[in-house]
């Protein structure tokens, strides 16, 4: 048994692209997509004729943008028996209103073409206006997968939304602490990134919150392996790769007794706002990465203009 089947039987893995190709070869249960692999994929040749449909079908910019992140997703259900995760504009994740509108909208372009909101879940920023757009659209059955989570108190307002599964981003984390400690890297153990999720599987496990976590954005694949056990993680071909090449053996590190949980913690939206001010880590990296997504959106918006306009 080679590490990616031997992670597969304690926990689930999640193919982290938006190339159909990497999902038929590692066979993911689930599959997550973002506007930056979307962007990648829209570059290949292979996919051409999928955003060409998108933009034939569509009267607007916008209504193109929305089909091609659904065209996409669509068959992507046809290769994974799971759930796809489809993105919310990033650009709308401080309007709780405008979040939910858009979803609604991406849920409708999946059901006309007869994919079950079921196999879908809906990626919104995990910002205070994303957890009150979740905590909607959980009540009408369209689950939600917040994204560009960094810290404890963002999967706090999560799980109180309800909300289906969280995204903590692990290597971002990393990316953060090795800058600011001019450090080269982390053993496993003491990874930065690493123990933020292992404090909130831990914090979810002990007050019974029935929200997923899905470990995200890997740097190596030490993080992964120390990660094992977690409900779910999302994994890039090139580190699905070095799994599937490997025979070591495979340890189960979550649930884990030694992570720490702490006391149950509890938000307004002040005093939420003041807990994220608190860690410049969070607050850094969940604005870089709304600005990255929404260039990347402006991007394929720019690729989908030019193929209208022609």
Known sequence: MNQLEALKTMTVVVADTGDFASMQRYHPQDATTNPSLILSAAKMPAYHSLIDQAVQDAKTLEEALDRVFVYFGHEITKIVPGRVSTEVDARLSFDAEASVAK?????????????????????????????????????????????????????????????????????????????????????????????????????????????????????????????????LLTISPPLLEELAASEDRVERKLPSEKAEAGDKLCFTESTFRFACNENPMAVEKLAEGIRKFSADIRKLEDLLQTKMSG
Request: proline letters at 4%; charged letters at 30%.
């Open 103 to 231: 979803a609604r909208a991406l849920i409708d372009l999946y059901e006309e073409r007869g994919v079950s909101r079921e196999r879908i879940l809906i990626k919104l920023a995990s910002t205070w206006e994303g957890a009150k757009a979740a905590t909607v659209l959980e009540k009408e059955g369209i689950h939600c997968n917040m994204t560009l989570l960094f810290s404890l108190e963002q999967a706090v307002i999560c799980a109180e939304a309800k909300a289906t599964l969280i995204s903590p981003f692990v290597g971002r984390i990393l990316d953060w602490y090795k800058k600011h400690e001019k450090v080269e890297g982390y053993p496993p153990e003491e990874d930065p990134g690493v123990r933020s999720v292992r404090r909130i599987h831990s914090y979810y496990k002990k007050f019974g919150y029935p929200t997923e976590v899905m470990g995200a954005s890997f740097r190596n694949k030490e993080e992964v392996l120390a990660l094992a056990g977690c409900d």
